[in-house]
Nanobody
Framework: VQLQASGGGLVQTGGSLRLSCRAP???????????MGWYRQAPGRERELVAD???????NYADSVKGRFTISRDNAKKMVYLQMNNLKPEDTAVYYC?????????WGQGTLVTVSS
């Protein structure tokens, strides 16, 4: 699954951003078979799961973003989104889109989110 992430940028504390991830070259049935997720990696830290969502819409969030971030997907459009509200400086990281299937795990290029204090 080839993934293209976008939507990062610079925002002040308390602001919002919406990340998007598309898979334009992936067959819809293949996209739908994957658990889609957003991960992030801050400087000097390991990559961590932010949120993921199954084909049916079941979601899972890191404790640090619960109540602030919302993941969603549009299977027909082969898109996955991450709405990020009430952003904090500790949310600053490169965010990566991930597609996890039964046999593979694919990554998009990262998109940088910087939250200024």
């Amino acid at each position: 699954v080839q993934l293209q992430a976008s939507g990062g940028g610079l925002v002040q504390t308390g602001g919002s951003l919406r990340l998007s991830c598309r898979a334009p070259r992936t067959i819809t049935s293949v996209f739908n078979a994957n658990v889609m997720g957003w991960y992030r990696q801050a400087p000097g830290r390991e990559r961590e799961l932010v949120a993921d969502i199954t084909r049916g819409g079941s979601t899972n969030y890191a404790d640090s973003v619960k109540g602030r971030f919302t993941i969603s997907r549009d299977n027909a459009k082969k898109m996955v989104y991450l709405q990020m509200n009430n952003l904090k400086p500790e949310d600053t990281a490169v965010y990566y889109c991930n597609a996890r299937g039964s046999l593979s795990s694919d990554w998009g290029q990262g998109t940088l989110v910087t939250v200024s204090s």
